[in-house]
């Protein structure tokens, strides 16, 4: 029974932190890995004749996005975003993956709208 409790109040907790936060956030993971698979299709028709270039590209991506979705990374990307990374963003005003990727490039662009 104080397990079932606990999960009730943490399950509870989460939601409450979540809907307080009211920052859509910039949904930085999730951009990245959705530009990556599309970077990913690109990449794999680069020795295909132009005709069938794209058209690898669009199997390539397709692939891979069911696959994601099979294996939940998509829903774990929106998960670790919402949750932790936009709530982060949210608190301190710095999005955190942004700030990382502009350290690698050496741009300084900023994050999102909070």
């Not at 399950?11 to 999730?30: D, E, I, M, N, W």
């Not at 993956?97 to 909070?114: D, P, Q, V």
Request: aromatic content about 8%.
């Amino acid at each position: 029974m104080k397990k079932e409790q606990l999960c009730r109040w943490t399950v509870g907790l989460l939601l409450l932190t979540t809907s307080l936060c009211a920052c859509y956030g910039p949904f930085t993971l999730t951009k990245d890995l959705h530009r990556w698979n599309g970077d990913l299709g690109q990449s794999v028709a680069t020795n295909a004749p132009a005709k069938s270039r794209a058209q690898q590209a669009k199997w390539t991506n397709e692939a891979v996005f069911v696959a994601f979705m099979i294996l939940p990374v998509y829903e774990v990307a929106v998960m670790a975003d919402a949750v932790v990374l936009n709530s982060i963003h949210f608190w301190t005003g710095q999005d955190t993956l942004a700030n990382s990727a502009a350290k690698k490039s050496g741009s300084r662009k900023s994050g999102g709208k909070s």
